[in-house]
């Protein structure tokens, strides 16, 4: 077993344990990849000034975000299908970001339900990523029930009106609904630890996976035709739709995928509580720009009225510096604990995490920097 001394070693290990299909869908880009790499160049451009002699012994990476204490401005970002990396691969997502001491966004579309994630982690930090269905009764009954379970933070993904343009996934025969193919049937026996480990586990047990939360009636298994017509996802989505969510959910409202300075302030106005600057990790318009060029201007214009959340990229600990030093108050990772969930399940992407930390912790000593607040002087 080669050593896993960072992200690049578990994305590469984690290639070799799943199906390609599933391990394209969830690595690359979309189109040309353009915006993969601009986002990248833009992180790897970043530096941070030291401030050397600075007589600190230890660092505290804990932080205050949206009114909770955390151990760290970390969050694991809300992946679709994560259940898919590993057998209840959302749960132990759960569990290990749980004992890290971050909070945990379950999509939409995961594979298990949020009950029966709430159930298996029932310390967990738990937020909720909201596609608003074109059935507004059942996108609010899916709130309740989220809300039921805890869930005291909604992510409403509002960079998403249509289905993106990855051609991978057609060329694997990966997609919704699953359609197999010589091909992807050929792919997953080439990964029989996969095979036996989660699709199998699955089929014994609640059969063919599917996204967990769709209403029993509507429940389409991922191999079915179509999705019913009530909760497809909204393309029509406005500011109009966040007000009303506003209106009908009690917690905290971050709106995710905000890149323009006018909509962060126009979420400021309709009364969200946070945005995610956020280009969806690359997976969406391909001439995006950079969450990293676009964060300062907004950090600016929304100061003390949004809290700001950062995705996108990161790979090092120091990324997650690089973002909170640009104006973030935290920031989400969607790849990276699936790597490590796929490497080793729950211990994974519990051991991904800490790394981070880690490399969070030794790079804020050479910085000379105590508190993680203290980065936003830093950057230079
Ligand atoms: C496999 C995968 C599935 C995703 N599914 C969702 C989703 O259901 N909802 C959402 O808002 N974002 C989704 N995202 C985007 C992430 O929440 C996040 O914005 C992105 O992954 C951050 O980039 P990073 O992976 O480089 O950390 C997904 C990302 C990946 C990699």
Redesign the pocket.
């Known amino acids: 077993m080669p050593m896993l001394l960072n992200a690049d070693d578990y994305r590469s290990r984690a290639r070799q344990m799943l199906p390609r299909g599933l391990f394209d ?2 690595d690359r880009g979309t189109e040309d990849e353009t915006a993969l790499s601009r986002l990248r160049a833009s992180l790897d451009g970043i530096t941070l000034m030291p401030a050397v002699l600075a007589g600190h012994s230890e660092r505290d990476l804990d932080t205050t975000l949206l009114g909770a204490r955390i151990a760290a401005p970390l969050a694991v ?4 299908l994560a259940g898919l990396v590993a057998h209840d691969g959302e749960t132990k997502l759960a569990r290990a970001a749980s004992r890290v001491g971050i909070p945990v966004c379950i ?3 995961s594979v298990t339900t949020i009950e029966t994630i709430r159930r298996g982690a029932p310390d967990a930090k738990l937020w909720f ?1 909201l ?1 608003v269905w074109r059935d507004r009764d059942l996108t609010a009954r899916l709130l309740e029930r989220a809300r039921n379970c805890g869930c005291d933070n909604l ?1 409403v ?1 509002a960079d998403t009106p249509v289905s993106p343009n990855r051609e991978y996934n057609q060329r694997n025969g990966f997609g919704i609904p699953f359609t197999p193919s010589l091909r992807s049937v050929a792919d997953v026996a080439r990964h029989p630890r996969w095979l036996l480990g989660v699709l199998m586990r699955y089929l014994l047990s609640e059969g063919i996976p599917t996204y967990g939360h769709y209403p029993a009636e509507f429940r389409t298994a991922i191999t079915r035709p179509s999705v019913a017509e009530a909760v497809r996802l909204e393309h029509r989505l406005s500011w109009d739709d966040m007000r009303w969510l506003r209106d009908v959910w009690p917690g905290r409202l971050t709106i ?1 995928g905000v890149l323009a300075v006018k909509d962060a302030e126009t979420a400021a106005g309709v009364g969200a509580d946070a945005i995610v600057v ?1 280009a ?2 690359g ?1 969406n318009l391909d001439c995006l720009p950079a969450p990293a060029d676009c964060i300062p201007a907004i950090a600016a214009a929304v100061q003390g009225r949004l809290t700001v959340l950062a ?4 790979r090092r600990g120091t990324d997650v510096l690089k973002y909170c030093a640009l104006g973030a108050d935290a920031v ?5 604990p ?1 790597w490590g969930l796929a490497v080793g399940g729950e211990q994974g992407a519990e051991a991904v995490l800490r790394m981070i930390l880690r490399e969070m912790d030794t790079a804020m000593a050479f910085l000379g920097v105590e508190r993680v607040t203290e980065l936003k002087t830093q950057l230079r």
Not at 77 to 80: I, L, N
Not at 311 to 314: A, I, K, L, N
């Open positions: 869908y969830i970002a809300p992946t679709a999509s939409t579309q990523q596609y992510l993904t995710k956020s969806h990790g997976r995705d996108s990229g990161v989400l990772v969607g790849r990276l699936l």
